[in-house]
């Protein structure tokens, strides 16, 4: 088994596209970010280019698990299944919580130094669905508050994925 294939996991990875789709996010939504963060650099790169390294990234099983591992976490919110303190600070999306930013890093860890800086971009700026799912997160029966992290971290991952290969 190569090494690539060791830290892939395909099976997972249509658990994780079908909850990320159950959550409001298609992997289109993610790849489109990708390419306005890359496309002022790479002025030929493709919408499909995009979606391939997006794809890409979700086949890792390391950010695999940190998606599944959010995404429980805002559900089980949303269903009251929390405790006190985590329950309102995960529901209020508390701004000093920051595990939410925590645990995206591990998705863009995976791609080194450019990642972090298209993480920190992303996650000022909202482009596109993040923008989408941080306004819905605002409503008393949602909670977003992993899922806005995760989409920026896939993003920021397929983006330096990408950059890599231009490198
Ligand atoms: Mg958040």
């Not at 990708?34 to 280019?49: G, R, S």
């Amino acid at each position: 088994m190569s090494t690539e294939n060791r830290l892939n996991d395909i099976k997972k990875y249509e658990v994780v596209v079908k909850r990320l789709e159950d959550r409001g996010v298609i992997l289109e939504d993610i790849a489109q970010i990708a390419l306005d963060l890359q496309i002022k650099y790479l002025p030929n790169l493709t919408f499909e280019f995009c979606l391939e390294h997006v794809k890409k990234v979700v086949m890792k099983r390391e950010v695999q698990n940190a998606i599944l591992t959010g995404l429980e976490l805002d559900i089980l919110a949303e269903k009251g299944l929390l405790s006190e303190p985590l329950s309102t600070m995960l529901l209020s999306d508390y701004g000093l919580y920051g595990i939410d930013e925590v645990l995206a890093l591990a998705i863009v860890n995976v791609y080194g130094s450019i990642g972090f800086t298209n993480f920190g971009y992303v996650d000022k700026t909202k482009p596109g669905i993040i923008g989408k799912l941080d306004k819905e997160g605002k409503a008393k029966d949602r909670c977003n508050t992993f899922l806005d992290d995760i989409v920026g971290a896939i993003a920021a991952a397929a983006a330096s994925s990408i950059a890599h290969r231009f490198a």
